[in-house]
């Protein structure tokens, strides 16, 4: 075999610049939970001394930490003063949970990827799949906090806003189900924001429908927001004004089904409202789209094998792109399907279904 000695140094490069991002997780991990980052957030230029005195941590803990995550890119060194400052612009990815752009939320999420790592690689043997639900809990809260300030900041005011009507309705007092809620971030969101409407949020899994509870009590909506088990193809009621699919039809064993129920469970003029993740309907345009790597990794750990774990294991896949999800649509019953709110979407594909 002729190996030709660029392209192994560069197989390399790649593989080790990759192993050198993986072993810093922790590490962001870190500041998060202790409040490293917050700490430094419009802090300007500190030492390890100062920042440990400001957390209540031990200095030099702190020292090394910093060089790690200085030497990642995270944070500037100053060798003249040997202070350490955190950019404001990368204040509002790690330091803060209110920021539209915050990430830091993902990073526990690994820790269940890992721990399911044994399972996963049962079903590429034998197939199979498991249900969200039967992950380790710490996919669930990294979802939950990974997705609240994306919906905070655009749920309502740019997906909702640009449905056809519906943001009127919910405003005098309609009724929303929320499909696939999770921890009921979605859920909780709207309600806050159409106090006239009511809200029911539905998933297949006990521990998030409780945690959705636990969430809408603290948020004192428990009157009008509550949360059930059900079936996406059979989740109860009638006469919704809006039925959501929040990056959850592509999880589903059978969407076809479940599309087709929320059309039945409609209000007169009743929309539903599809959000999926970013893809392109050709597997090599997703080489140019900054969200695939995410996508693709996510869809092989959890998406695909929760479809795979249900009744119809259709396995979409988390990039199926919109031509697909139009499909699942249109088999499904809907005659009007558009696109909207593109430009307050960058990494997702927001679909607006009508009968």
């Known amino acids: 075999m002729a190996i030709d000695e660029q392209k192994l140094e560069e197989a390399v490069g790649k593989v080790f610049g990759e192993l050198g991002a993986a072993v810093t997780g922790p590490l962001i991990v870190l500041g998060d939970r202790l409040g490293l980052w917050a700490a430094m957030a419009g802090a300007g230029p500190v030492t390890p001394a100062e920042l440990a005195a400001r957390t209540g941590t031990v200095e030099r803990y702190v020292r090394e930490w910093l060089r790690g995550v200085a030497v990642g890119g995270y944070a500037g060194y100053d060798p003249a003063s040997g202070a350490f400052t955190l950019s404001d612009e990368m204040a509002l990815v790690l330091a803060t949970d209110d920021s539209p752009a915050s990430l830091v939320g993902v990073f526990p999420g690994f820790v269940a990827?890992?721990?399911?790592?044994?399972?996963?690689?049962?079903?590429?043997?034998?197939?199979?799949?498991?249900s969200w639900g039967d992950h380790h809990s710490a996919l669930n809260d990294a979802q939950?906090?990974?997705?609240?300030?994306?919906y905070r900041a655009a749920l309502v005011d740019g997906w909702i806003a640009a449905l056809e009507g519906v943001t009127g309705r919910l405003k005098s007092g309609g009724r929303v189900?929320?499909?696939?809620?999770?921890q009921g971030t979605s859920t909780i969101l709207m309600a806050e924001r159409f106090p006239?409407?009511?809200?029911?949020?539905?998933?297949?899994?006990?521990?998030v429908i409780a945690a959705?509870?636990?969430?809408?009590?603290?948020?004192d909506l428990a009157e009008r927001v509550s949360f059930e088990v059900a079936d996406a193809a059979g989740f109860p009621g009638h006469g919704y004004d809006l039925v959501c699919f929040t990056d959850s039809l592509h999880d589903l064993g059978d969407p076809v089904a479940a599309a087709g129920h929320a059309r039945s469970a409609l209000a007169p003029g009743g929309t539903v409202m599809v959000i999926e993740p970013?893809?392109?309907?050709?597997?090599?345009?997703?080489?140019?789209?900054?969200?695939?790597?995410?996508?693709?990794a996510i869809s092989t750990m959890v998406c695909t094998p929760s479809s795979l774990a249900q009744?119809?294991?259709?396995?979409?896949?988390?990039?199926?792109?919109?031509?697909r999800?139009?499909?699942?649509?249109a088999d499904a019953g809907y005659t009007r399907v558009r696109r909207v709110a593109q430009e307050a979407a960058p990494f997702n594909i927001v679909l607006e279904a009508r009968p």
């Open 196 to 207: 006239a409407s009511s809200f029911t949020g539905f998933d297949h899994s006990d521990a």
């Open 113 to 130: 990827m890992w721990n399911d790592l044994d399972t996963i690689e049962g079903f590429f043997r034998t197939g199979g799949g498991m």
């Open 144 to 150: 939950a906090r990974f997705t609240r300030p994306m």
């Open 177 to 182: 189900a929320d499909i696939g809620c999770g």
């Open 278 to 296: 970013l893809a392109a309907d050709r597997f090599e345009d997703d080489f140019a789209n900054p969200y695939a790597r995410v996508g693709y």
């Open 325 to 329: 999800i139009r499909q699942v649509l």
């Open 311 to 323: 009744p119809g294991a259709a396995a979409l896949g988390a990039m199926a792109g919109e031509a």
């Open 212 to 219: 959705a509870r636990k969430a809408a009590g603290h948020a």
